[in-house]
């Protein structure tokens, strides 16, 4: 890690003081968040689906995926078909049925929320039973025969992962470049441990190379040791998945003080942990921000331990991406939401370590924030921002990267996923449409793939 | 749990009447175990008159040596969430030897005097075999008697159950042998493996049988274990079809209790009513077809002999709701509302109507209605999104079909219509190239 947090105690350390803690009870409270559900009560919870005809939660999911179709097949116990309906839209199927945030999506538009009944069906759930249980004696999807075409994509993310995939479906090979030493990207670094437990990320990665023609070079990053140009030259197609490599900065001096720390930092190395105990742990934490990273930091260093953690978020809590059932893990773990108050100051002790924060106390008027000119401080042994995820300013630096047309930082694409530069196409988090979710990611990939299958054989034809 | 201490069931529940003269035996309830597995013992039925069963119909009785059952008897169709839609067996007639049956039946009666039981006998198709068992049977002062000339599994072989109860003339024949050597009212039990129910019901009319009952169960096999290529109940590696039973049976056998109360040589042939009936309101539709009493089996094997509670409960508040003071009061009230289809007027007419403030926009009715139907359901999306399912009444024939679909309780409505047109039967209709003249 960048950040130096290595003056805090250990996770370790602190477990004797703590009544009832072990490091058994530890790894239990990194388990899954919801349980699986058990065969029964997939039967069961299957059985609610009404099977609607133009499904509202089809609509709603950014990935297509043809819900009621795989819901029904579970309910005739046909868990390979159900999968196979999941996959053959979503490969990654399996980690968004964890992540997604299915309360604002799917379940959200399900038809059973109507008063009379208030319970959507558990369509999360259902799609993880589904890709939990099959089992495939061969990979269910097929290559086509070798297209003689070589795609190179940058980040094995959700997005790349997908595309990739696609791509080796119609045939066309692949190098995936990974600048991280796992694929997976966030989901193997970034979600919360107890979103996604038990290696899962790694698993589905295998899985979803076993179609063959996909290899990953890891410790390769675009504009360190690695030029869009000559991917551009080298390559008969490019699809960019950069994600977005850079937390914010709070902008305040002493941001590079030890114990202040970007959260995601934190959350990878909470991911990566094989012994939690060797975790440093801030007893007193702030979390700076108001989307599911800044949850996901507050929730797990609770759970760690800590004495007390408070999230700090500029605005109301109905303006937090973070979305209400987000809020609530959050808060049924301890963690106390303050809102409408800016961080103005980081409070050092006499070593220069990080001892709290300083907020000041804001207030919308006429729909802008602007601060009161209160202020309040909260001691904290650590604070970690998580306002936000930027562009690594380095990875687009060469000069066919440069070229790129951007909106703000992000890479402008149309709607097949195409930039500005022909021959490249992009997705994920590092396109200008978009949420920053996993499914949405995977959804781009494939798009991405179609467009540039179709690209690649209108080129074909006019040669 | 405290329970009130008990005298003689008077029949009254919730202050109206239960009870029931049927064909001279006396009941508290309407409510009749069937001749079946739960009815096999005294233990059983001992156990169901405490629960509250008005009746008992004791397992058919048989020549001795007993038959011999296999093990390995039952199967299910079940719906999606496991419920039990149908039950089959395999089980032939009762594996006790006549003595002990008979002394059982004795003792059960002489307790309980004031529940009806009735015997259910099979004996080979013999006027000696009847002549022979009718007396030891009217020695245990049992109330009557129930031929059973319907099992359908086994004992047809023998030449048995369905064996005579699909011959109108054996039927007949068995009928005036028991009313000659049983003095007590003798039922005879009716099995709807046959094309026209009326004909055996008619037969056992011309016999002297003072009630019919039905139906017994229909021939079934219930699901296949695709594994091992075989049906289900398995025997080792076999399997044979079995009796169907269960509330999927429940429709035909109301069809078939209908058809006997409205056609006229049976008009006036009392029928205990056998079908599916799992709880009060079942009950309540197979008395206003024209059934005095009915029997339970399946339902009671599913769950014991404690739904008997609901189901007296159940159909005694719906009575005094309707102002009903007794079954008879009720019973046969919708046979002359069930008719031949000639008789249906076809200047009626009734339109679908969707509750746009409950529907909850699952686009069911739509696509049903769409596929299969008329394209009677226009699926409107505006301009946010939301959807709107409506009806276009003038394509719309009244099917049902998507009130059936829909999920939610009253949604869709059918809407009778003003056509201001007198009521035309088929046999009136100009559009009926068979038309009777005048």
């Not at chain 1, 990273?293 to 700090?312: H, P, Y």
């Not at chain 1, 202020?375 to 070229?403: K, M, N």
């Not at chain 2, 109108?168 to 005036?176: K, S, Y």
């Not at chain 2, 019973?331 to 002359?336: I, K, P, Q, T």
């Amino acid at each position: 890690m960048n950040h130096d947090l290595t003056h805090l105690p250990r996770v370790g350390d602190a477990l004797a003081d703590r009544p009832g803690m072990s490091p058994q009870a530890l790894d239990d409270n990194f388990s899954d968040l919801h349980p699986p559900l058990t065969q029964r009560q997939a039967i069961i919870e299957s059985e609610r689906c009404l099977y609607c005809y133009d499904a509202p939660c089809i609509e709603a999911c950014p990935s297509d995926i043809d819900i009621p179709r795989f819901i029904r097949q579970i309910s005739e116990h046909n868990i390979n078909g159900a999968a196979h309906t999941i996959l053959e839209q979503n490969i990654l199927g399996g980690s968004c049925a964890r992540v997604c945030p299915t309360e604002i999506l799917c379940e959200r538009s399900c038809v059973r929320n109507h008063d009379a009944e208030c319970q959507p069906v558990l369509i999360g759930l259902l799609q993880r039973h589904a890709t939990d249980h099959m089992q495939f004696d061969a990979h269910p999807f097929e290559r086509a025969a070798d297209s003689g075409r070589h795609v190179a994509v940058v980040g094995a993310g959700p997005a790349g992962l997908a595309c990739a995939h696609r791509l080796a479906m119609f045939g066309h090979r692949v190098t995936i470049f990974e600048a991280e030493a796992k694929p997976g990207g966030l989901n193997e670094y970034g979600i919360a441990r107890y979103k996604m437990t038990d290696d899962f990320a790694r698993k589905e990665v295998e899985f979803l190379l076993e179609i063959g023609g996909i290899e990953i070079r890891h410790g390769q990053r675009l504009g360190h040791n690695l030029s869009l140009a000559r991917l551009h030259t080298d390559y008969d197609s490019v699809f960019l998945g950069l994600g977005l490599g850079t937390s914010r900065r709070l902008g305040l001096t002493g941001e590079e003080a030890p114990g202040l720390a970007p959260a995601v930092d934190y959350i990878k190395e909470l991911r990566q942990a094989d012994d939690l105990t060797r975790l440093p742990l801030a007893r007193r934490c702030v979390v700076i921000g108001a989307g599911n990273t800044a949850i996901d930091m507050a929730t797990q260093m609770a759970r760690l331990g800590a004495d007390e953690v408070a999230l700090v978020y500029r605005r109301g809590v109905e303006a937090m991406s973070a979305t209400g059932h987000e809020q609530e893990i959050a808060r049924a773990n301890g963690v106390r939401m303050v809102t409408w108050a800016k961080p103005v100051e980081v409070l050092l002790d006499a070593g220069g370590r990080v001892a709290g924060m300083r907020f000041e106390k804001t207030r919308a008027a006429d729909g802008r924030l602007v601060g009161t000119g209160e202020t309040f401080e909260v001691a904290a042994d650590a604070v970690f921002r998580a306002i936000g995820q930027g562009f690594d300013g380095d990875s687009l630096s060469d000069p066919a990267a440069g070229e790129l047309a951007r909106d703000g930082e992000r890479i402008r694409v149309d709607e097949a996923f195409r930039t500005s530069l022909p021959g490249v196409y992009a997705g994920g988090d590092c396109v200008a449409p978009g949420q920053d979710l996993t499914v949405q990611a995977v959804q781009h990939g494939k798009l991405a793939a179609h467009a540039i299958h179709q690209d690649l054989l209108a080129k074909q034809e006019a040669a | 749990m405290t329970t009130l201490p008990q005298g003689p069931d008077t029949g009254l529940v919730n202050g109206v009447d239960l009870s029931i003269d049927f064909v001279g035996i006396k009941a508290p309830n309407p409510f009749w175990l069937a001749s079946a597995p739960p009815t096999d013992k005294a233990y059983n039925v001992v156990r169901a008159y405490e629960a509250g069963w008005g009746g008992v119909v004791w397992k058919t009785l048989g020549e001795d040596p007993p038959a011999v059952n296999v093990s390995s008897r039952y199967s299910a169709h079940f719906g999606r969430n496991r419920e039990v839609l149908g039950f089959n067996n395999i089980e032939l007639i009762t594996d006790r030897s006549l003595a002990v049956n008979l002394r059982e039946i004795t003792a059960v009666k002489q307790a309980w005097p004031d529940r009806a039981l009735i015997v259910s006998i099979m004996v080979p198709c013999e006027e000696a075999a009847w002549q022979h068992i009718l007396p030891l049977v009217e020695a245990t002062g049992a109330d009557g008697i129930e031929l059973n000339l319907g099992c359908p599994h086994g004992m047809p072989e023998r030449g048995m159950g369905a064996a005579v109860g699909q011959n109108p003339d054996l039927i007949e024949q068995v009928a005036r042998w028991c009313k000659q050597y049983y003095a007590k009212p003798v039922i005879v039990k009716l099995t709807p493996n046959i094309t026209d129910i009326r004909v055996a019901a008619q037969a056992a009319l011309r016999g002297g049988a003072d009630a019919v009952s039905l139906i017994n169960t229909i021939n079934s096999i219930t699901s296949l274990d695709l594994d091992a290529m075989v049906a289900r109940p398995t025997v080792g590696g076999q399997s044979t079809h079995g009796g169907y039973c269960g509330s999927a049976v429940k429709p035909i056998a109301l069809n078939m209790v209908a058809e006997i109360a409205r056609d006229a040589p049976t008009r006036d042939l009392p029928i205990s009513g056998i079908g599916g009936i799992s709880n009060w309101r079942d009950a309540a539709e197979f008395v206003a077809l024209g059934a005095g009493s009915v029997q339970v089996c399946t339902a009671a094997m599913l769950h014991g002999f404690r739904i008997v509670e609901e189901m007296k409960d159940g159909l005694s508040r719906w009575m005094a709701e309707k102002g009903y003071r007794s079954i008879e009061a009720f019973s046969g009230r919708a046979v002359a509302n069930t008719t031949d289809w000639k008789h249906l007027d076809m200047n009626f007419q009734t339109i679908a109507h969707i509750d746009q403030d409950t529907c909850i926009q699952c686009g069911r009715c739509y696509i049903a209605c769409e596929d299969t139907s008329h394209q009677s359901i226009a699926k409107l999306v505006d301009a946010g999104g939301a959807r709107r399912y409506e009806v276009i009444e003038e394509e719309c024939v009244g099917c049902n079909l998507c009130q059936i679909t829909c999920p939610v309780q009253d949604c869709i409505t059918m809407l009778p219509q003003e056509t201001g047109k007198p009521y035309l039967s088929w046999d009136q209709d100009p559009r009926n190239p068979f038309r009777q003249a005048g």
